[in-house]
């Protein structure tokens, strides 16, 4: 017999007590109902001796009923008092005799004690029954919590993704190679992170993956989370702690039992231990969690400052993947603990490029040659080829029209990569400026806090030539070879610069330092850091001439660069005369240089351009 099953005996038990009792009472009916009074007794008979039978073995789940199954306890005297009644009134005798002296006092008030008593105890029965079952259903409600909260409720829940800008996976192109890479990276790790240049569609992958993730697992639960900086992450975390079932929420305050509580019980500390305690838990079902923009360390504090540092609220469960955007590979490492949970993102192919831009302006007439020169001229960086849609759209131009005022000089560049036009899925959802330029500086500045020698390495990249800097070069703003290359590191992470094949020169996008060289000019400081460069490149070229003459080839493309500045007074134009007789003595080795070449000794795609440069200066 089941717990039901016992509740129903004792509903049995009472109504039949009840029964007795109203044809006893009622005498003069029972003098013409005795057969029924006895057969209801009967069976009251039998059922107390299956209650303690069922009770016994059910004491757990109904504690306050077993409490009366022991010898002489409730259920025994009500056993004891059916089975002294049945007798007297079976028996032809004790019938008629009862029915005789119930019209007496006495023989009346031996019918009703022994009614009282089974009224006694009909009532500890019920008072029992009323506590277990209360207990019951206190256990029911929980457990439909917990299925309210589970899986199955959470996709009914999660009809739709819980991202705060509009899904739109028709315009995404290409990048199938990222989306296989996150897929079979999730079969094997909980944590993915994407990391690269701004603006070289990270968040669009993620976008991307979502939705597909979606079609193929609606039960899944998807949260996008804002790491841009601590009040949108906040922000998202009070949204996110919405969808906690209320049970939850109620119980958790008295749970948390957590260090970085105890140490700062804060409405806000409350609300990220909420959403994080949840989705660690085994009842949040299985959840996708995205933590967009954790590009800026400041917002995870210290590495060793737990109190300030948001790592701590970041949850952990085998029910759920989190999938990690950065522009700072030191961050997403540090977020997935582990290099091979990485992938790195890098600028579309041509192919993919052209193909964006042909889909968003399809009706556009420019030959897929000029498509093809504009891509690559905007680096094939998604975020630039976007500009240049909204621009071609908004003002009812061509692609051949925009590429040919992009490719007029680097003003009409700054002023047409600093035009927004809006991109929903970008500006809403991070609050970010949908601008290449902007999206960049953003970075700058965070160097610059973070680590003011690097970005004056940087400051000093952006008024050279982009390709092929030496090392040499740069190390003169370092203290020693470590501060340099920690320096150098920061600017590989932040995916602003990549190192050469060679391993002893640098490279950077065209527009990564075209940003640069806006940033400075906002500062004014580009006039001092196109004098350090003039400064550096004059005593490097000057040394390696001397030294090895291969090397000094090295730094052609860069005096190329600075012997063009305009300086405006006598103590930078000196030095940049200078450089340019160094040049033209240098000219005189070129038909050896070139002899060399022809053999084979030399064969170094800088080096021949670094000639072509001095042969078209000396020329000049």
């Known amino acids: 017999m089941d717990i039901l099953s016992d509740v129903a005996a004792v509903w049995a038990l009472v109504g039949a007590t009840k029964k007795v009792v109203g044809f006893i009472t009622d005498l ?63 028996t032809a005798r004790g019938l008629g005799h009862i029915g005789k002296k119930c019209r007496f006092v006495a023989g009346k008030k031996d019918i009703q004690d022994a009614l009282s008593m089974l009224e006694r105890c009909k009532s500890t029965f019920w008072v029992c029954l009323d506590f277990d079952q209360t207990q019951i259903l206190l256990g029911f409600n929980t457990k439909l919590d917990l299925i309210a909260s589970g899986p199955v409720i959470q996709a009914y829940r999660q009809s739709r993704p819980m991202v705060p800008f509009p899904l739109d996976t028709k315009s995404f192109i290409g990048r199938e190679e990222l989306i296989t890479a996150l897929t ?105 969690f995205i933590l967009d923009n954790a590009d800026d360390p400041d917002v995870f504090g210290s590495m060793n400052d737990h109190e300030k540092s948001m790592i701590p609220y970041i949850p952990r469960s085998s029910n759920g993947h989190i999938l990690i955007t950065s522009r700072f590979q030191r961050v997403a490492l540090t977020l997935v603990s582990g290099g091979d949970f990485l992938i790195h993102v890098t600028p579309m192919t041509p192919q993919e490029a052209v193909s964006l831009l042909q889909t968003r302006v399809p009706d556009d007439q420019s030959t897929e040659g000029v498509a093809i020169e504009l891509v690559k001229a905007l680096d094939c960086l998604p975020l630039a080829i976007k500009q240049a849609i909204g621009y071609i759209i908004a003002t009812n131009t061509s692609i051949k029209d925009y590429y040919r005022l992009f490719s007029k000089d680097e003003n009409y560049q700054r002023r047409l990569l600093e035009k927004t036009y809006g991109d929903i899925s970008r500006e809403t959802h991070n609050d970010l400026q949908d601008s290449v330029i902007l999206t960049w500086q953003i970075s700058f500045d965070q160097i610059r806090h973070q680590r003011p020698a690097a970005a004056n390495v940087l400051s000093l990249m952006g008024t050279l030539n982009r390709e092929g800097i030496p090392i040499d070069l740069l190390t003169g703003l370092s203290v020693d070879e470590l501060e340099f290359q920690e320096n150098i590191g920061i600017l590989i992470q932040y995916s602003l610069i990549s190192r050469n094949e060679d391993f002893v020169s640098f490279s950077m996008h065209r527009l990564v330092q ?25 005593k490097s070229f000057s040394l390696a001439v001397d030294e090895k003459i291969p090397a000094a080839l090295l730094y052609i493309p860069h005096a190329s660069v600075v012997v063009n500045y305009r300086f405006e007074t006598k103590v930078d134009r000196e030095p940049q005369m200078n450089l340019k007789e160094d040049l033209r003595r240098f000219d005189e ?29 000396v020329e000049g």
């Not at 968040?203 to 989370?225: G, K, M």
């Not at 640069?516 to 490149?537: F, H, K, M, N, Y």
């Open 514 to 538: 075209l940003t640069i060289q806006i940033w400075l000019s906002s500062q004014g400081t580009l006039g001092e850091w196109q004098t350090e460069a003039l400064r550096l490149v004059s």
């Open 28 to 90: 003069k009916e029972a003098k013409d109902d005795r057969a029924k009074i006895v057969h209801e007794l009967q069976g009251c008979c039998r059922i107390p001796e299956k209650i303690a039978t069922s009770v016994e073995r059910d004491a757990e789940s109904l504690p306050n009923l077993a409490s009366l199954v022991f010898p002489n306890g409730p259920l025994d005297q009500y056993k004891h008092e059916i089975e002294e009644l049945v007798p007297k009134l079976t």
């Open 589 to 617: 080795v070129l038909f050896g240089i070139l002899f060399n070449m022809a053999l084979g000794e030399f064969k170094n795609e800088w080096i021949t351009k670094a000639i072509v440069d001095l042969t078209l200066l």
């Open 184 to 288: 079979q990276g999730f079969t094997k790790h909980s944590r993915m992170a994407l990391y690269g240049l701004g603006g070289v569609g990270k968040s669009q992958i993620a976008t991307e993956y979502l939705c597909r993730l979606h079609q193929t697992e609606p039960e899944v639960a998807i949260f996008w989370v804002s790491m841009a900086d601590r009040s949108r992450f906040l922000k998202s975390y009070e949204a996110l702690a919405l969808e906690i079932p209320e049970s939850f929420r109620k119980d958790h305050s008295l749970l948390i039992t957590d260090q970085v509580f105890r140490e700062d019980p804060s409405t806000n500390s409350k609300t990220l231990m909420l959403v994080k305690d949840w989705l660690s838990s085994e009842h949040s079902g299985k959840w996708l």
